[in-house]
């Protein structure tokens, strides 16, 4: 796993936790919680207060059949979060995949793009993100939500995640988008259904192979309410899973990873310093 550095971020020693703050009505977990601004940004300061080293701000749903909004309500739930949050001075990413949005993002003090279409949403993202300078997730996406289970096919997942991402860091790169600015996201739950997400999970080493510092968002995913799920087959409805996504941050943190995206901050903020103690023991041991 590359323990190459992210500009804007400080090497803490550990994995840092991106805290989730979503300003829509639908998304899958806490869609219409965080949709008021004010609800919104005090909601982002209370993450940091539990340890969010970032918050991710986020107008569109990207839930699995979820419809994608128009450029202006996108805007408007997203920029006056991230302005209130920034001149708190919160380190906040926009999780967007619309370069118009990325751009007002950025010119309000946004740190990091958090693309989950890895630039393939729209084509003028990489270029938009190239002029920024600042950080970019390339996630593993085939296509928008309405669909994309219906994309989940795979001879050998990880191979082709790894594939497929290696294709787009070179299409962001070749828009201008530098090495330094890259972070990998393998996107748990987007184009992928059953074993296929924990067989990513497993091929986490290989996907650290590809040189790039690893975004990691299993939080609250439908694959850890399956597999919670109750005798009669009903899976563990999506808060309910919070512990297991605690897991998963933990065996990520000790995998390398650079960063987890999670909805529920204080235990994975303590799982990623459990994490980095217990590397931290072995390298000392």
Same mark, same amino acid.
């Given at each position: 796993?590359?323990?190459?550095?992210?500009?804007?971020?400080?090497? $803490?020693? $550990?994995?840092? /936790?991106?805290?989730?703050?979503? +300003?829509?009505?639908?998304?899958?977990?806490?869609?219409?919680?965080?949709?008021?601004?004010?609800?919104?940004?005090?909601?982002?300061?209370?993450?940091?207060?539990?340890?969010?080293?970032?918050?991710?701000?986020?107008?569109? %749903?990207?839930?699995?059949? *979820?419809?994608?909004?128009?450029? &202006?309500?996108?805007? #408007?739930?997203?920029?006056?979060?991230?302005?209130?949050?920034?001149?708190?001075?919160?380190?906040?990413? +926009?999780?967007?995949?619309?370069? &118009? /949005? #990325?751009?007002?993002?950025?010119?309000?003090?946004?740190? =990091?793009?958090? @693309?989950?279409?890895?630039?393939?949403?729209?084509?003028?993202?990489?270029?938009?993100?190239?002029?920024?300078?600042?950080?970019?997730?390339?996630?593993?996406?085939?296509?928008?939500?309405?669909?994309?289970?219906?994309? *989940? +096919?795979? !001879?050998?997942?990880?191979? &082709?995640?790894?594939?497929?991402?290696?294709?787009?860091?070179?299409?962001?790169?070749?828009e201008g988008v %530098?090495? %330094?600015?890259?972070?990998?996201?393998?996107? =748990?739950?987007?184009?992928?259904?059953?074993?296929?997400?924990?067989?990513?999970?497993?091929?986490?080493?290989?996907?650290?192979?590809?040189?790039?510092?690893?975004?990691?968002?299993?939080?609250?995913?439908?694959?850890?309410?399956?597999?919670?799920?109750?005798?009669?087959? !009903?899976p563990r409805p999506?808060?309910?899973?919070? @512990? #297991? !996504? !605690?897991?998963?941050?933990?065996?990520?943190?000790?995998?390398?990873?650079?960063?987890?995206?999670?909805?529920? /901050? $204080?235990?994975?903020?303590?799982?990623?310093? /459990?994490? #980095?103690?217990?590397?931290?023991?072995?390298?000392?041991?």
């Amino acid at each position: 796993m590359t323990t190459r550095g992210v500009p804007g971020f400080p090497d $803490r020693g $550990r994995c840092l /936790v991106m805290g989730v703050v979503n +300003v829509t009505p639908d998304s899958f977990s806490d869609g219409g919680r965080w949709f008021d601004v004010g609800t919104a940004v005090r909601h982002g300061l209370e993450l940091v207060e539990q340890g969010a080293d970032l918050i991710d701000v986020g107008g569109e %749903s990207t839930r699995p059949g *979820a419809s994608r909004v128009s450029l &202006e309500e996108e805007l #408007a739930r997203v920029i006056p979060v991230i302005r209130a949050l920034v001149a708190e001075g919160v380190p906040v990413s +926009v999780d967007t995949m619309r370069a &118009e /949005v #990325a751009k007002a993002a950025v010119e309000v003090g946004v740190g =990091l793009v958090n @693309d989950v279409s890895g630039g393939l949403a729209d084509p003028d993202m990489s270029r938009i993100v190239a002029a920024s300078g600042v950080p970019y997730v390339v996630m593993h996406w085939r296509g928008h939500s309405k669909g994309m289970d219906d994309l *989940a +096919v795979y !001879t050998d997942v990880v191979a &082709e995640v790894c594939e497929e991402l290696t294709k787009r860091v070179a299409a962001v790169m070749a828009e201008g988008v %530098s090495e %330094s600015q890259i972070i990998l996201d393998p996107g =748990l739950g987007f184009s992928k259904r059953g074993g296929q997400d924990w067989a990513v999970l497993a091929g986490l080493p290989r996907l650290g192979e590809l040189g790039f510092p690893l975004l990691i968002g299993a939080s609250r995913k439908r694959f850890l309410g399956r597999l919670l799920a109750e005798p009669d087959g !009903t899976p563990r409805p999506f808060g309910a899973s919070d @512990d #297991a !996504t !605690t897991a998963v941050t933990a065996l990520a943190a000790q995998a390398g990873a650079w960063c987890v995206r999670v909805h529920s /901050v $204080r235990p994975n903020a303590d799982a990623v310093r /459990v994490a #980095a103690a217990w590397r931290k023991g072995g390298e000392s041991g």
